[in-house]
């Protein structure tokens, strides 16, 4: 900006934090459509559903599949919805909708998509123009929703099974190596001794300094790596929470977008000059 460049237009600024904290940003990277029912399953009466892990910050939107006949390949569904439900099980995703009844044969019929909260930098703002006025509006948390495919993990597994004729040679033996960790030295080999012979054995006990209720695993595990595995379970131990879903043309998001607009009269006063905003940004 130089000096010499003139002012075009100046704009108000209302600012109101009347729906803070609920106001976030959800973004959907993969996503090449609107957040919509497909036409085939919106005829059918499905809609999107929601649900939240509120202490962990993860929520979820299932979003019903297009499973007309030219798109959509029924035994590969069965297929999938079968992982799908073991998956839920062994990670105790389970929710009460996702149960279904006795005899209901299980079907892939839902995109899930799964959020990954962004760390927001400083204080970002929704900022929407309306009537030649600014109006901002504080945002809380920033998300990224991408289709979930765990079960496909499964899937794998279960045909590295029916491949070494029904084993667990394949199955986990828990996480992988630690790469912080120096690897383990070679087990010693065991010499023969004769069976008469004695020897002294000193055993000692050591409390373990895991947080959690986590195992140790052999070889050790990094203060970082212990905290993830902690994180992991305490995203699984805690329950999901339904949500309503609601369309943007519904009245309720319309009602809750009208809420963003500020209606105070009051003047704001800036308490702040140049020198102190200069002294804020790091690095500089």
Request: with cysteine; proline share 7%.
């Amino acid at each position: 900006m130089d000096l010499d460049d003139e002012v075009v237009s100046r704009i108000p600024i209302r600012y109101s934090d009347s729906l803070s904290p609920k106001i976030q940003i959800h973004q959907f990277p993969l996503l090449t459509r609107p957040l919509q029912a497909p036409p085939s399953a919106a005829a059918s009466g499905k809609r999107i559903t929601a649900r939240i892990k509120p202490d962990v910050h993860r929520l979820e939107v299932h979003v019903p599949s297009d499973t007309r006949t030219e798109v959509w390949n029924s035994d590969r569904g069965r297929e999938l919805g079968v992982a799908r439900i073991d998956d839920d099980r062994e990670k105790n995703q389970e929710s009460s909708k996702g149960k279904g009844r006795d005899g209901d044969e299980p079907r892939l019929n839902e995109v899930r998509m799964r959020s990954e909260q962004i760390h927001q930098k400083g204080v970002h703002m929704l900022g929407i123009v309306r009537d030649g006025q600014l109006h901002l509006h504080p945002i809380s948390e920033t998300h990224q929703l991408r289709p979930t495919l765990t079960y496909l993990d499964i899937l794998s597994r279960k045909s590295k099974r029916s491949r070494a004729g029904g084993s667990d040679s394949d199955s986990d033996d828990g996480p992988p190596p630690d790469p912080d960790e120096p690897a383990p030295a070679p087990a010693p080999k065991k010499e023969k001794k004769a069976s008469g012979e004695a020897r002294e054995v000193q055993v000692t006990a050591r409390k373990s300094e895991d947080k959690g209720g986590v195992q140790p695993v052999h070889g050790g595990l990094s203060s970082a790596r212990r905290e993830m595995l902690i994180a992991i379970r305490a995203e699984e131990d805690e329950a999901w929470q339904d949500l309503e879903f609601c369309d943007v043309t519904s009245g309720e998001s319309e009602e809750t977008f009208e809420g963003i607009f500020s209606r105070s009269e009051v003047v704001l006063e800036c308490k702040t000059d140049v020198t102190m905003f200069l002294k804020d940004i790091t690095g500089l």
